[in-house]
C-alpha cells in the first residue's frame, strides 16, 4: 500500500511516497501538484519516520546516515545511473562525462553518451536522497535540474559548495 509522507522542508514541501518497504519517489511540491493530498493522522510506518529524519538530519546541515530503503522504478540504464548517484560522497561532486566514463569502462564499451546519462539523472525519481544535484557540466557548469536550478543552487550551497567555482547557466544569474 503506497503511504505519503508531506515533509516541510528548507525549499518547500516534499512529497516522500513509500510501497511500505522502501522510498519510491520524493517531489517538491510545486504548481500543479503542490496542493496538499490526503494524509492520515495515524502513526507514520517506519520508512517514513526514518525519511523524516534523514530529512532532518540533511537540512540541518550534518552529514545524514545512509538513506532508508529505496526502490526507485526505472529502466535498467537509469537504475545504472541511479546507483552511481548513490555512491558520490555528501559534499562531493561528479560530471555527466566521469558518470559516462564509468558505465563505459564497467560494461567495456567504446563510447557512453554524457547526454544519455543526463536523461537518466532528469528521470531521478528520488530527489536529494539519490543525490542528482551533484552532477555538474564540464569544467563546473551548472546545468538543467528538474526541480529548478535555484534548488540545485539551495543545496549544493547546504553541502558547502563554494558557488563560484560553478558556471551558471546564461540568463540564469
Known amino acids: ?29 510545486t504548481g500543479h501538484n503542490a496542493a496538499r493530498p490526503s494524509q492520515k493522522k495515524d502513526k507514520l510506518p517506519k520508512i517514513l519516520e526514518q525519511a523524516r529524519d534523514w530529512f532532518d538530519s540533511y537540512f540541518a546541515g550534518e552529514v545524514p546516515p545512509p538513506p532508508p530503503s529505496l526502490a ?9 545511473v541511479w546507483e552511481i548517484l548513490r555512491a558520490i560522497p555528501y559534499g562531493q561532486i561528479t560530471t555527466y562525462g566521469e558518470i559516462a566514463r ?18 537518466a539523472v532528469g528521470h531521478n525519481p528520488l530527489l536529494i536522497l539519490i543525490p542528482c544535484h551533484r552532477v555538474v557540466g564540464a569544467n563546473g557548469n551548472l546545468t ?30
Open 72 to 80: 526507485p522504478v526505472g529502466t535498467a540504464f537509469r537504475q545504472e
Open 1 to 29: 500500500m503506497q503511504t505519503t509522507l508531506i515533509y516541510a522542508s528548507p525549499l518547500g514541501q516534499l512529497m516522500v511516497t513509500s510501497d511500505g518497504a522502501s522510498l519510491t519517489q520524493v517531489d517538491l511540491m
Open 102 to 119: 564509468q558505465i563505459e569502462k564497467k560494461k567495456k564499451l567504446e563510447r557512453m553518451s554524457a547526454q544519455a546519462v543526463g536523461g
Open 144 to 173: 538543467g535540474f528538474a526541480s529548478g536550478m535555484d534548488v540545485k543552487v539551495k543545496l549544493l550551497s547546504l553541502e558547502k559548495h563554494d558557488m563560484n567555482q560553478f558556471t551558471m547557466p546564461k540568463g540564469k544569474n
